[in-house]
């Protein structure tokens, strides 16, 4: 079964309220074109709050990413959306690319949603790896988002966006919002939307105070992710990325999966005809196994305590 939703895609993809006072959880899904496993768990989700009507205590947007690429299963049409959140292109209002134009059609959502009319605002930008992956909370150290991602029960990766800057998360957490980024698994996984859905349930449910016995598919929604499909919750750190130009020819060694065990002199990769080596006894990070991406894998340690 695809993991692509079998119509088109509205830029908003719902919304729910019943209509009292409390936070917004503003989920994006898709910002990558190829990655549209979160567009059909949140349409899920709209469809069984829709049914059910619990009361929920304030307001959930779910918002769909790069309309264009998602439609083609591309990555991005022109650079990644994921990439242009930067303070210089927010500064001078860039709409030069197709990326940036879809930047701004989000941002114009957001805004309908101000900072006053609500007690907190939260955000989750879903997405999915290109090699196989336990999910993982990707989170950056600023505001409470790290003390806000301890609620989710799986592995959590700090100081991604310390590293890569214009992604999403990076800006939303710059206005103030906390949140984190999910990656669900591999793209084509089925449980990848499991782990959205599920995921989500859970937000509503710290961001909402939902009672979710009161949805018809629970527990099955939450604990295909919580229970079947995530490990036990353990913080890592990022040390390394290895970064990629447009002009590198780069092949990753067949069979990593993300957070796997690496170790000093191990055979990573080869780029430009040489020879990429581990410096590390540590874990493999977001190896790249797709045409695009400017990333060629992270390196990550355990942070014990977290």
């Not at 009361?55 to 242009?84: C, F, M, P, W």
């Not at 029960?153 to 999403?168: A, N, Y």
């Not at 790249?288 to 990550?300: E, K």
Request: charged share 30%; net charge negative; hydrophobic share 35%.
């Amino acid at each position: 079964m695809s993991n692509k939703p079998e119509k088109h895609i509205p830029r908003i993809i719902g919304k729910y309220t019943s209509n009292k006072k409390g936070p917004l959880l503003f989920v994006t899904a898709g910002i990558h074109g190829n990655e549209p496993s979160g567009v059909k768990a949140l349409e899920e989700v709209f469809k069984q709050l829709e049914k059910t009507k619990p009361e929920i205590e304030g307001t959930l947007v779910g918002v769909s990413g790069n309309h264009k690429a998602l439609n083609q299963n591309k990555r991005y049409i022109d650079e990644d959306l994921n990439r242009v959140w930067t303070e210089e292109n927010i500064d001078e209002k860039k709409s030069e690319t197709h990326e940036q134009k879809e930047m701004w059609e989000i941002i114009d959502i957001l805004e309908q949603f101000p900072e006053e009319d609500f007690t907190k605002r939260y955000f989750l930008d879903c997405h999915t790896t290109s090699s196989a992956s336990l999910p993982y909370v990707s989170v950056q150290e600023v505001n409470d988002n790290d003390k806000w991602a301890h609620n989710f029960p799986t592995f959590i990766v700090r100081g991604f966006s310390d590293i890569i800057t214009g992604d999403i998360d990076h800006y939303l957490s710059r206005i103030g919002m906390t949140g984190f980024v999910f990656e669900a698994g591999q793209h084509e996984d089925k449980t990848s939307v499991e782990n959205h859905e599920g995921v989500i349930w859970l937000a509503l449910k710290e961001a909402f105070k939902l009672d979710l016995s009161k949805i018809e598919t629970y527990p099955e929604c939450v604990n295909r992710f919580a229970e079947k499909n995530a490990p036990d919750q353990k913080t890592f750190e990022l040390v390394h990325r290895h970064g990629l130009e447009d002009s590198d020819v780069f092949e990753m060694e067949p069979g990593y999966e993300n957070f796997q065990e690496i170790k000093k002199g191990e055979l990573l990769a080869k780029q430009n005809g040489k020879k990429i080596k581990s410096e590390w006894d540590a874990r493999i990070f977001m190896p790249l196994y797709q045409a695009q991406g400017n990333d060629g894998f992270f390196v990550i340690e355990e942070v014990e305590g977290k």
